[in-house]
């Protein structure tokens, strides 16, 4: 299953509403990625975090260089796993 993202939404501090290609959507808390690589470090501030755009996978991105695999941001919204990742 090849996933991606169809439409993205702030919510608030490091939370987004995503919606995915699979008609599913949920939210994703993503603090902690935001917090343990360096090259997000310019997303701890909740402005800068909130001005994502979707690329060209289409997936989550920032101008600082920051993005997220639509598979992870899947399976964090969906609780469900992507076996051919595993």
């Known amino acids: 299953m090849i996933v991606n993202v169809q439409e993205a ?5 490091y939370r987004v ?4 290609n699979t008609g599913e959507s949920g939210e994703v808390d993503l603090h902690d990625m935001i917090f ?4 997000a470090a310019p997303l ?3 402005t800068q ?3 994502f755009k979707l690329d060209a996978w289409p997936t989550l991105a920032w101008d600082c260089g920051f993005d997220v695999s639509p598979e992870t941001l899947y399976e964090r919204a ?9």
Not at 9 to 13: I, N
Not at 17 to 20: E, P, R, V
Not at 78 to 86: A, D, R, S, V, Y
């Open 78 to 86: 969906t609780g469900k796993i992507i076996e051919w990742l595993q």
């Open 44 to 46: 701890r501030d909740a």
């Open 49 to 51: 975090f909130a001005q």
């Open 17 to 20: 509403w995503l919606k995915f």
């Open 36 to 39: 343990k690589y360096k090259v």
């Open 9 to 13: 939404r702030y919510l608030h501090d």
